[in-house]
């Protein structure tokens, strides 16, 4: 079975500040792959960064990075120079190779960005 | 960018009737759609995976006969709430999966809220 676990339910940053959110997983598969969606208020589920396994490089979006450790199976994402914008519950989302496979999600972080 | 029309936003029903709710991939063959049920302040959960033309397999729990769901073609796909009641009061998306350009991933709708009086 596949999991995915998010340790910090709340987070705050500063704005303009650096956050990181951490996300574990477990699977046993070799080639999957890790996201982080963004839920705002609106609830629209909004696709940040993605990153497939097999791949070395961490992926990076403008201000969002991730930092990619697969012997370990941690996927964290780091959101520099914070934006008031930026708050919102940040997903982290597991699936197995393949567009039809299923997204196993975590149980989110709240992040709260101040002014 | 891929698109998932998703209606209604928002649906308030009386308990015992039922409610579809739908989900259009705009610029894209959804080959796959997934259906998830999102408490207040808690991840999404999902209850059902369905292929274009097959039945929908249901996540351990998730009653088959209450939650109806079609996928009769590549751009649409349903979930019909039979016989409503209160509990099942909850914000449901849908996310379609499909091959977007030459990558495959994952867009979802933007939710219904359903509440059952």
């Known amino acids: 079975a596949q999991t995915v676990t998010q340790s910090q339910p709340e987070m705050s940053v500063q704005e303009a500040e650096t956050v990181t959110l951490s996300c574990t997983y477990d699977t046993s598969e070799s080639d999957y792959y890790l996201f982080w969606y963004k839920q705002p208020p609106s609830r629209q589920m909004i696709l940040v960064i993605r990153q497939e396994a097999y791949k070395q490089q961490n992926a990076t979006e403008n201000r969002f990075s991730v930092n990619f450790q697969k012997a370990a199976k941690s996927f964290s994402l780091k959101i520099s120079d914070s934006q008031l914008g930026d708050a919102a519950m940040y997903f982290c989302?597991?699936?197995?190779?393949?567009?039809?496979?299923?997204?196993?999600f975590g149980k989110g972080t709240k992040l709260t960005v101040n002014p | 960018g891929a698109v998932v029309s998703q209606h209604p936003s928002r649906v308030i029903c009386k308990s015992g009737t039922s409610v579809k709710i739908e989900c259009r991939s705009l610029?894209?063959?959804?080959?796959?759609m997934f259906w998830y049920r999102q408490f207040p302040k808690q991840s999404l959960m999902l209850m059902a995976t369905s292929n274009e033309g097959s039945k929908a397999t249901y996540e351990q729990g998730v009653e088959k006969d209450k939650f109806l769901i079609n996928h009769a073609s590549l751009t649409l796909s349903t979930l019909t709430v039979t016989s409503a009641h209160p509990e099942d009061s909850s914000f449901y998306i849908c996310?379609?999966?499909?091959?977007?350009?030459?990558?495959?991933?994952?867009?979802f709708g933007s939710g219904t809220r359903l509440t059952v009086v």
């Open positions: 989302a597991l699936s197995r190779w393949g567009g039809s496979e299923k997204l196993v």
């Open positions: 996310s379609a999966s499909g091959l977007q350009g030459k990558i495959s991933g994952y867009t």
């Open positions: 610029d894209f063959q959804a080959t796959t």
